[in-house]
Each structure stands twice: as structure tokens, then as C-alpha cells.
């Protein structure tokens, strides 16, 4: 690893890491997850992690850090922060990645890298900065040691594919003059500017005490969020229900993140307000279902994330047999307050 940075500093890596880089970084945040995480739940792969690392989320710049193991075998810790650019969240940010080392735990690595953190977000004038922490952890003790509360409550949820009922999963029922649309990978540019429009129903979307305001997009943000998922190397996948009035009435976004992934990540599913109550909900996940079946036959399970007071959600979720399986929070804290 020669070209790995020298230890005892906080050092801030480029754009386009190297591959010693990336198998350092991956290194570090796989033996957090194996002993933070509990058993069963699966873990970064390392086409996931090259990809955060080289290819910004939607709307953000990225900021890559990372403290050399005093040994000079890698990494000790290491941290990603999303710097948002769009107008309603220029004065926050998120951390993507947090993680030490088990071996290096207690010897300052987690506070030398929160210094920097506050150091680039006060840089860039940021408000305040959030990220996601399982309820319980050593993390979210380290958390609110420097001053960070929970400001949004969330619960994982688990779906197993095998547990979805085969007929129902494959042929799930619409209202009259209703139809699905869906595609993998980038929306295609004659369906963007519908998808845009139904994806900003979930501007109404619980958000807790967080100062994070829910993206607005149109056909060129969305489609370039999209685009820059497939260029992480996930695999994405889109189902949309279009309403007899051509417009797009709701839709369901799943991911898997690397390839030969066993559980994939659900990550946006939203019902205009116009549509709500037909069931439009439970249609698009159910056909994902479907979808993921036939495409993606390695893939065990999908997870959601819901906030405690979704309640629409979290009725669908039980209705299809997802199951939870723990607790995590948003946890924010303002830049000028933080230790």
C-alpha cells in the first residue's frame, strides 16, 4: 500500500482514490459492520463501497477522510461527509460513513476525525450535519457525546422474497384505467419528468426535528440521480403505477448496492395525494417483488426504512410481511454546538 497516506493525521483523499485506497477503506468500514452489526446482516460489498467513494450522491459534493493506521497496514478510521447543494439544504450535511476500527477503538481515531468533520462542515458554512445510528450502539453513545440528539425515530423492516405469495406477488391488481411502468437502471428520458413528478410526493414525508428538507426534482435531477446509482455499479430498479390520465400516480425504487448482493434496499416508495387509498402502494411493491424474482434471483430479502409515525407505511409493510428487524435514528447536530 505505498500509496496510502503516512499515519498520525487526518488526511483527505481525492476524487478518484486509488484501488489501495478503496481496499483500505473497505477494510475498515467491513470489520466495523462485522462486530457492530448483528448477525445476519449482510455488509457492505466492495463495489458499494468504490463506488460511494468515487461517485457523488444527487445534488452533493463528497468529502472522503481517513486517519493511516499507526502500523502503516491501512486505514484506522475513516469518514464521509455529503455536502448537499440544493437550495433547501445548502446549510446541512450527512455523514455517509463513520468508522473505526475495532483494534484501533479508544485511542482518539473517532475524535480526530469528528475535529475534521466539524473543521470542513464550519468551512463550508454548514448549520448542522446528520447521520443514521443504530439505537443502542457504541455509535450513538459517541454521538451524543458531541452533541448529537435523535431527531427522527426509524424502524429497519425486512421482507424475505420466499415469504411473498407466488400468485399474488406475480400479478397484483390495479384499478380501472391504471398500468405499470417500470425499467432498470436510468429512467428513460420520455418517463422523467412523470417520475420526477411523483417522486416529490414524498416532499410530505415525515421529517422529524431534522433541519434535512426532502429534494424537489425534475426530469434532469431525478434522471442523474439514477444515473449516478448505476455508475456506483448498483443495479437499480423502478416500478411506477400511471394513473388514465397519463400522469405517474405512484412508484417504488429498489437497489442492490453490489453485485450478488442477497438483500436489497428499498429506497423510496411514494402515492401522489390524489391516488392515495386505492392501494397503489402495495401494488408497486408487490410487483417488485416480481420484478426482483426474475432479475435478481440471488437476492434473499429487501429492507425499508419507516419512521415511527408513517402510519400508512407501516400498514402496507405489515400487509406484504415485512418484519422488523431494528431500531435506528437520524441523529443531527449543530456544527456550532458540537465538542
Not at 503516512?6 to 486509488?18: F, K, M, Q
Not at 439544504?89 to 480526530?112: E, Y
Not at 435523535?150 to 422474497?161: A, F, K
Not at 426530469?219 to 397519463?246: K, M, N, W, Y
Amino acid at each position: 500500500m505505498s500509496d496510502l497516506p503516512r499515519p498520525g493525521v487526518v488526511e483527505r483523499l481525492s476524487s478518484t482514490p486509488s484501488e489501495s485506497e478503496i481496499d483500505a477503506w473497505h477494510a475498515v468500514v467491513s470489520a466495523a459492520h462485522r462486530h457492530d452489526m448483528p448477525a445476519g446482516v449482510p455488509g457492505p460489498g466492495r463495489v458499494e463501497t468504490a463506488g460511494q467513494l468515487r461517485v457523488p450522491a444527487a445534488r452533493s459534493r463528497i468529502v472522503r477522510l481517513a486517519v493511516p493506521s499507526p502500523g502503516g497496514d491501512g486505514y484506522a478510521g475513516v469518514a464521509l461527509i455529503r455536502l448537499f447543494e440544493d437550495d433547501a439544504n445548502r446549510g446541512t450535511a450527512w455523514i455517509g460513513r463513520l468508522a473505526v476500527r475495532p483494534d484501533q477503538r479508544r485511542r482518539g481515531v473517532g475524535s480526530l476525525l469528528w475535529r475534521e468533520i466539524r473543521a470542513v462542515l464550519e468551512r463550508e458554512q454548514r448549520d448542522s450535519v446528520s447521520l443514521e445510528l443504530e439505537i443502542g450502539s457504541v455509535g450513538e453513545q459517541f454521538a451524543k457525546e458531541r452533541g448529537f440528539v435523535c431527531g427522527l425515530q426509524l424502524v429497519l423492516y425486512v421482507q424475505r422474497i420466499a415469504d411473498a405469495a407466488g400468485d399474488e406477488a406475480g400479478a397484483p391488481e390495479l384499478p380501472d384505467g391504471y398500468r405499470f411502468v417500470e425499467w432498470t437502471g436510468t429512467v428513460p428520458a420520455a418517463n422523467a419528468a412523470l417520475f420526477a413528478g411523483v417522486r416529490n410526493a414524498m416532499a410530505d414525508a415525515p421529517m422529524g426535528e431534522l433541519d434535512q428538507q426532502p429534494m424537489q426534482w425534475d426530469a434532469e435531477s431525478i434522471a442523474a440521480a439514477q444515473r449516478g446509482f448505476v455508475e456506483r455499479g448498483g443495479h437499480l430498479f423502478t416500478v411506477t403505477v400511471a394513473a388514465p390520465d397519463g400522469t405517474y400516480a405512484a412508484l417504488t425504487e429498489v437497489g442492490v448496492r453490489s453485485p450478488g448482493d442477497v438483500r436489497a434496499q428499498q429506497y423510496e416508495t411514494a402515492v401522489a395525494p390524489a391516488h392515495r387509498g386505492l392501494g397503489l402502494g402495495r401494488a408497486v411493491k408487490l410487483r417488485m417483488v416480481r420484478l426482483l424474482r426474475e432479475q435478481e434471483p440471488h437476492v434473499r430479502e429487501i429492507c425499508t426504512h419507516v419512521a415511527d409515525d408513517n402510519g400508512p407505511m407501516r400498514a402496507v409493510n405489515k400487509l406484504l410481511g415485512y418484519r422488523p428487524e431494528r431500531s435506528v435514528g437520524i441523529f443531527q447536530a449543530k456544527v456550532t454546538e458540537g465538542r
